[in-house]
């Protein structure tokens, strides 16, 4: 009982804000439109600062682990292949990009900061496994919607162009290097910044998830159904029934083993929505399996700590 109720200490009131998101949109105070922009400004500002006030006030040295970014990286490439290999089990091949990104695409850094953090008080590890992920996470995405493209358009220069200055100008990326570099070089943080910066950063977590919560829409989750449940097993307990035992194997605890859990096995993140109908998808199948994680992630993600704590491993 006291492993289930540290579980649902940590999942419960992220899923409250969700909500509270989803019954202010259904009351009128929150629109489409507003929860878009919230959505972009918790992206460009308080995500960063909040990453970056994590990581500027440590000690480099004893924050960088290369094994567990190498581990991240990993596990997402294999996790990218899964699913590309799964995708040609299904007769209609125009979902097939759809397919690959909702499959293995997560809300890494929104719901990885907001777990730790409600767990453990700071971001703990999730900067560095948005290192090992995201980028990733972010030219698949790319490779996999241009080469699976329903007309099967060839990726020009253009697009890798594009996607190599998506990643360079990201404000999540800059914000963690920025945080690395001020503590490599060991720089002071003076008591107004750092209080600033806090209180930009503590809007993050709260602001985003009632940002996620309000764009729900439960009528898109049923759209393609035997896909997106395919897509939707994998995303939530797949990759981390795979992985999850391989990390412990590896000698992954606590901050590492969250991290590594919200990376594999979270909610698809709602950004794969706007980039497949972006690059000539139908949108469909993506914001299906958007929305069934969504909703079943809350039981899931519960289910993945409480035995992760029963063993002692959190």
Known sequence: MENLIFSLNATVPIFLLMMLGLFFRKIGWIDEAFASKMNKFVFLVPLPALLFEDLATVDFAEVWDMKFVLFCFCATLVSIAAA??????????????EFIQASYRSSAAL?????????????????????????LY???????????????????????????????????????????????????????LEKTVSNI????TPMGLMAMGAAF???????????????????LVGFAAVFLPLAVWLGFRREQLVAILIM????????????????????VLTSSTVMLTTMCSAFTVTGWLYILRSLGLI
Not at 119 to 133: F, V
Not at 165 to 185: C, E, F, M, Q, R
Not at 201 to 204: E, M, R, S, T
Request: with cysteine; aromatic share 8%.
């Open 84 to 97: 590309a290999a799964v995708s040609f089990l299904w007769k209609d091949r125009t979902i097939q990009g």
């Open 111 to 135: 719901l990885g900061i907001a777990f730790i953090q409600n767990i453990y008080g700071n971001a703990g590890m999730a900067p560095l496994m948005i290192i090992g992920s995201v980028p």
């Open 138 to 192: 972010n030219v698949m995405a790319v490779v996999v919607l241009s080469f699976f493209q329903p007309e099967r358009k060839k990726l020009d220069r253009q697009v890798w162009i594009n996607t190599l200055k998506g990643i360079v100008t990201n404000p999540i990326i800059l914000g963690i290097i920025a945080g690395l570099l001020w503590s490599a070089l060991r720089l002071p943080m003076p008591p107004i």
């Open 201 to 204: 950063g503590a809007v993050a």
């Open 217 to 235: 829409d439960i009528r898109k989750a049923f759209g393609k159904a035997r896909p997106a449940i395919a897509a939707s097993v994998m995303k």
């Open 264 to 283: 594999l096995g979270s909610a698809t993140t709602v950004s794969c929505y706007v980039m497949a109908r972006n690059m000539g998808h139908e949108g």
